[in-house]
């Protein structure tokens, strides 16, 4: 890296943000990195449907310790990363908290997004395809077929209906997948416990 490490920043990404192809800004480097002490879940959120969307977040949990991606970006990019994650505080690290390359070279501020709803077991929010083939993608091509097992072992809260938009992407930031990336998808979704298909209206 040419640019100061003072005029970076870094966060580090467990769903949509590992793949690369969701980022938005001209960011300086990605590297797979892992966060100690964390679990990811699925969570109701109102965004722009008519309904509730169950999106990723993060809660402690000493027992865990999830994949992901630490992003590096210039720091002047970091408000367009709050808009993305509209919803979610910043919450800042330290190096201890995260398992990265032994020769990286870390900018001082680090930080992870958090729901700032608390977690409630009992909300009904469906999981909506689109957004989680992105997420899916994302650890099948970082860390191969067993980063989307790691995923789906390490995230609770699957038992929902699947929003099926895969032909008309209702996520902003939706990927294409190819038939065999879906097999494996769906698959692990099956294995995760998720409801049924709804169709959206």
Not at 11 to 26: A, C, D, E, I, Q
Not at 72 to 95: F, M, S
């Amino acid at each position: 890296m040419n640019v100061r490490n003072v005029e970076l920043v870094g966060y580090f990404g467990f769903g949509s943000l590992v793949n690369k192809h969701t980022l938005r800004t001209s960011y300086v480097d990605i590297v797979p990195a892992s966060l100690k002490g964390w679990r990811r879940h699925w969570q109701a959120r109102t965004i722009t449907l008519e309904e509730d969307i169950a999106l990723l977040s993060i809660h402690r949990d000493p027992t865990c310790t999830i994949k992901g991606m630490m992003v590096i970006d210039h720091l002047e990019n970091l408000p367009l990363v709050d808009e993305r994650e509209a919803g979610y505080t910043r919450h800042r690290l330290t190096k201890s908290d995260l398992e990265l390359p032994a020769d990286f070279k870390t900018p001082a501020d680090m930080y992870v997004y958090v729901a700032d709803e608390a977690l409630d077991q009992e909300d009904t929010g469906a999981l909506l395809q689109s957004y989680m083939d992105a997420v899916l993608q994302g650890f099948r091509n970082e860390y191969g077929d067993g980063g989307v097992w790691h995923f789906v072992e390490t995230t609770r809260n699957f038992d929902r209906p699947v929003i099926q938009d895969r032909d008309k992407p209702l996520y902003p930031r939706s990927v294409s997948v190819k038939s065999e990336e879906i097999e494996i998808y769906d698959a692990a979704l099956r294995k995760a416990g998720v409801g049924p298909v709804v169709t959206f209206v």
